[in-house]
Each structure stands twice: as C-alpha cells, then as structure tokens.
C-alpha cells in the first residue's frame, strides 16, 4: 500500500479502541511503516508513542502540552493541531513543536468540523515561521492542489483514502497525482 512513495507520515488514530489494541495495531503499523521508509506517528499519546518506538507524536488542543509531550518522547517529532489561530500557531512555535497542522479546509466526515480554516491562515502563518504546514480537513484529489499552492508542506488524508466509497486506497492514492 505505500509503496507510492507519496506517504511521508502515517498517523495511529484510533479513539474507541483499547491500549492493548492499540499496541498490537501499532506494532503492525509500525513494521510496514519502517520497510516502506514512513515516518510513524501516534495521534494524542506521546506514553504510546514512547511505548510503540514511534517516530513522534500528534497533539490535539486538548491533550498533554509539548513541554511534558518532549519530557516523555525526548526528540521525536511533535506536531500540533492550531485549528485556524495564529496565536495557537506561535504557541505552538514558541514551544518548539515540529509542525504546525491546521484545518478543517473543507467539509469532513472523519471528525466534526469546529474550526474552519482557509488560505489567508496558511499564507500569514508561513510569514512568520519556516516550521511545516500540515492542512487537514476534507482533503480529496479535487481540492488538494490549492492547498499545496498555497504553502502547506504536507496534506493529512484520511477519509478520501479509507471510506471512499469509488475508489479502494491505493487507487485513491493515485488520483493524487
């Protein structure tokens, strides 16, 4: 499956389900992650990610702050959800995260759509920081150019690849060309 070579990161994601499933899934992960070269990360648990060996980790607004995310994880990656705000965005920065993600750009069935996002955000963010850009939300093979025009570093994709309902994922990949 990621042998497109168009996957960076790869991102755990799984909210209802229990630390032992999460374990056994991620170690999984984790190996065809390593022989495909994919950087793996663990979204909102920087423990598990320490526990997994995982390459960094994912934090949402309301998850443990970078500070005690980099006492756990040490280096690894950390990267943090700023929603639409560029005051979150300089927290954030002023906290040393590794990427900055922001979105939703568009509608999304993955997660309800509290903070909308839009070109503006990613064009002032990119002013004032050379950290990369993740855009989330809605991303699929119509829309995902804009976004890579307009200063995102990298396209979080979720949807568009698992729950499509006309393409398999691989398939999906493909029409990003």
Same mark, same amino acid.
């Given at each position: 499956?990621?042998?497109?070579?168009?996957?960076?990161?790869?991102?755990?994601?799984?909210?209802?389900?229990?630390?032992?499933?999460?374990?056994l899934?991620?170690?999984?992960?984790?190996?065809?992650?390593?022989?495909?070269?994919?950087?793996?990360?663990?979204?909102?648990?920087?423990l598990?990610?320490?526990?997994?060996?995982?390459?960094?980790?994912?934090?949402?607004?309301?998850?443990m702050? !970078? +500070?005690?995310?980099? &006492? #756990?994880?040490g280096?690894? $990656?950390? %990267?943090?959800t700023?929603h /639409?705000?560029?005051? @979150?965005?300089?927290?954030?920065?002023?906290?040393?995260?590794?990427?900055?993600?922001?979105?939703?750009?568009?509608?999304?069935?993955?997660?309800?759509?509290?903070?909308?996002?839009?070109?503006?955000?990613?064009?002032? !963010? +990119?002013?004032?920081? &050379? #950290?990369?850009?993740?855009? $989330?939300? %809605?991303?699929?093979?119509? /829309?995902?150019?804009? @976004?890579?025009?307009?200063?995102?570093?990298f396209?979080?994709?979720?949807?568009?690849?698992?729950?499509?309902?006309?393409?398999?994922?691989?398939?999906?990949?493909?029409?990003?060309?």
């Amino acid at each position: 499956m990621l042998e497109t070579g168009k996957i960076s990161f790869f991102q755990l994601r799984l909210k209802k389900y229990s630390l032992k499933q999460k374990i056994l899934i991620g170690r999984k992960i984790k190996n065809i992650c390593n022989k495909n070269k994919v950087k793996f990360l663990i979204n909102d648990d920087p423990l598990l990610t320490l526990r997994l060996g995982a390459d960094g980790c994912h934090l949402g607004q309301k998850d443990m702050n !970078i +500070k005690e995310a980099k &006492k #756990i994880i040490g280096k690894q $990656i950390i %990267g943090v959800t700023c929603h /639409n705000s560029i005051t @979150l965005a300089k927290k954030a920065i002023k906290a040393k995260a590794n990427y900055l993600a922001f979105g939703a750009f568009y509608t999304s069935k993955t997660k309800k759509t509290k903070h909308v996002a839009n070109i503006k955000v990613l064009n002032r !963010i +990119k002013k004032i920081t &050379k #950290i990369p850009i993740v855009a $989330i939300g %809605g991303i699929n093979s119509e /829309n995902y150019k804009n @976004l890579l025009l307009n200063n995102a570093n990298f396209l979080a994709i979720s949807g568009y690849i698992w729950n499509n309902k006309k393409y398999k994922p691989l398939e999906a990949l493909e029409r990003l060309k």
